[in-house]
């Protein structure tokens, strides 16, 4: 006698559901997003993204991670694959002039503004992205640190106060695409940006003087 397969299947995608909460998120916020917003916008009923995903929390969680691996790696890899700090924030920016303004898309970055403006109730969701943008201004303060080791930059370099610009930059740049900045308008930001970064050993070689250079 054949036995009966315990619980049903899933009647919906289970990546797609995920990308639409993503979306949701990215858009309102996570304290704005309910659960009837969730399942509205996921096209689910409340026990299946209970089973599916946990509670409202642990999806938000796993929203940021594909948040993170679709749309904002962007900064981390330049980052790790540019030679000089200097190179890797001009991609950083310019590419977060397209990150932030893709069409079809919520504006601004999702580790920047999903968790603004939230209660006590959601101050550890607060505090998940405040780590996450810090993990971002260490990277870049440790680069910084290379380049000054190295001689590239001059050895009385502020690495931490120049890391921290780069990020007010790169929040910033977020913010105005949430008020309607368009990618050319933040892609001249980006440039100007740069033009207040210190000057570098490889600058007298043509290397990363520009937002515009790759």
């Known amino acids: 006698m054949a036995t009966k397969q315990r ?3 899933r009647s919906f995608d289970r990546e797609t559901a995920l990308e639409q909460a993503m979306r949701a998120f990215w858009e309102h916020g996570y304290e704005a997003v309910s659960i009837a917003d969730l399942t509205e916008t996921m096209g689910i009923k ?51 002039a397209a990150f932030h303004t893709l069409p079809g898309y919520p504006r601004g970055c999702m580790i920047i503004t999903a968790a603004t403006n939230c209660t006590a109730q959601s101050e550890e969701v607060m505090r998940s992205l405040q780590g996450r943008r810090a993990q971002t201004v260490e ?35 977020s913010q105005q695409a949430r008020d309607g900045a368009d990618r050319t308008t933040l892609e001249r930001v ?16 043509g290397e990363g003087g520009s937002a515009r250079e790759a």
């Open 190 to 205: 980006a440039e100007l940006a740069m033009a207040a970064w210190p000057a570098g050993r490889s600058d007298e070689e």
């Open 46 to 96: 409340a026990p299946s993204l209970y089973a599916a995903f946990g509670d409202k929390r642990t999806l938000f969680e796993e929203a940021v991670e594909a948040y993170v691996r679709d749309f904002g790696a962007f900064s981390g890899q330049a980052l790790t694959e540019e030679p000089t700090a200097r190179r890797a924030v001009a991609r950083m920016l310019r590419e977060a």
């Open 7 to 9: 619980g049903r299947p």
């Open 139 to 173: 990277l870049l303060e440790w680069r910084i640190q290379e380049d000054i080791r190295s001689g590239e930059l001059p050895g009385d370099t502020d690495a931490h106060t120049l890391a921290t610009y780069g990020a007010t930059v790169l929040q910033g740049m």
